[in-house]
């Protein structure tokens, strides 16, 4: 029997507004701990059975497929301690953009600090990680949704990392500049903000993101940028390949041209995965996209191939062995 191992399954937490789970894989089950009465407690104690039947080679089912589980060498060192942190555990947002899996929900909630109810305090929590010695040295945090730039508790979360020098990967709208955010860049190696533009436009912003915040947007990429200084690689700007809203050669090499004359040098092709992994039936996924995803690639590299291309893993999967129905 080969030895795996997998990131998300041995060193991983994900505060998910579902509840505690190991990762927020595309692949995931969904069976959450909820934040019920001692749900650290309880989350750990699974965890641990599930780490000793993976030992024995038993892995969770919705692990079998996932891309993420891997052969290792036998001498390959595991440990369990926490190294990724993914926080997903609300998800109000100031934008509605279609493809988002929390659209209806978000209320389009555009007030920064506001507290909401049933919210849990992460930083309560990740203490309690600390104290109870589950975090390793490197820990890596990824901030995935709602918005995390409204957030109550931002601001102090920020802080809390940039003293414990944690590595952060914020998602962000970018419709509010936090200046705790370039400070979290400069201060803590690899950190960095990723912002989903899209498009090249003030119109098609609307559309996709369902607010009328483009130039706003830009200001305050560029303010990143110019705020940041020699780590500005470390703000990376994505575009999603929507059908029928930004699919074309002339938007994205517009979308290009404009990161480059704004100082981007980190950019980030993807395509619409959430709604199409989980109804694949309902998949908007064409070989059109797939080749438009390729297309960006090479323009990117044709403008300067010293621009850094970030990408999902499981993209590149998605798009190379169509491992998922393409119509
Ligand atoms: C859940 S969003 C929310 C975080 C933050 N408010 C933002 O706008 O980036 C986190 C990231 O997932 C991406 N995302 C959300 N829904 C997606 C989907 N259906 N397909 C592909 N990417 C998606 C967004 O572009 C964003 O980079």
Redesign the pocket.
């Known amino acids: 029997m080969k030895k795996k191992y997998c990131l998300y399954l041995n060193n991983g937490i994900n505060f998910h507004y579902s509840g505690l789970t190991y990762c927020n894989k595309l692949w995931q089950d969904h069976s959450f701990q909820k934040y019920e009465q001692n749900y650290l407690k309880i989350f750990f104690e699974k965890r641990e059975s599930t780490l000793s039947d993976a030992k024995d080679g038993i892995y969770p089912e919705h692990c079998q497929k996932c891309l993420y589980l891997k052969e290792v060498d036998e001498n390959f060192h595991i440990d369990n301690k926490i190294k990724f942190i993914e926080i ?1 555990h609300w998800n109000q ?1 100031n ?1 509605a ?1 279609v ?4 659209r209806e929900t978000t209320k389009l909630e555009i007030s920064k600090g506001r507290k909401h109810k049933g919210v849990i305090n992460l930083l309560d929590n990740l203490k309690e990680l600390q104290k109870q010695d589950r975090l390793s040295k490197n820990v890596e945090i990824s901030l ?5 730039t409204i957030l109550h508790e931002f601001p102090k979360l920020l802080k809390f990392f940039i003293k414990n020098k944690y590595t952060v990967n914020i ?3 970018g419709i509010f500049y936090e200046k705790y955010i370039t400070k979290t860049i400069k201060t803590n190696p690899n950190s960095s903000i ?3 533009l ?1 498009c090249a436009s003030k119109e098609n912003f609307k559309k996709i993101k369902g607010v009328d915040e483009f130039d706003n947007v830009v200001k305050n990429i560029k303010r990143y940028i110019k705020d940041t200084k020699d780590l500005s690689n470390k703000v990376i700007i ?1 575009y ?1 390949i929507l059908k029928g809203l930004n699919d074309t050669k002339e938007e994205i090499d517009n979308w290009i041209k404009l990161c480059i004359s704004i100082g981007v040098t980190n950019f980030f092709p ?6 199409s992994v989980k109804n694949p039936e309902k998949s908007e996924l064409t070989q059109e996209i797939c080749d438009l995803y390729e297309y960006m690639k090479s323009k990117i590299k044709e403008y300067n191939s010293e621009y850094t291309i970030s990408t999902y893993d499981f993209v590149e999967d998605i798009i190379k062995n169509h491992s998922y129905k393409i119509r």
Do not use: A, Q, R, T
């Open positions: 997903y947002c934008c953009c493809y988002c899996s929390n995935v949704g709602g918005e995390p998602l962000s709208n990723c912002i989903s899209d994505k999603i993807s395509i619409e995965f959430c709604h």
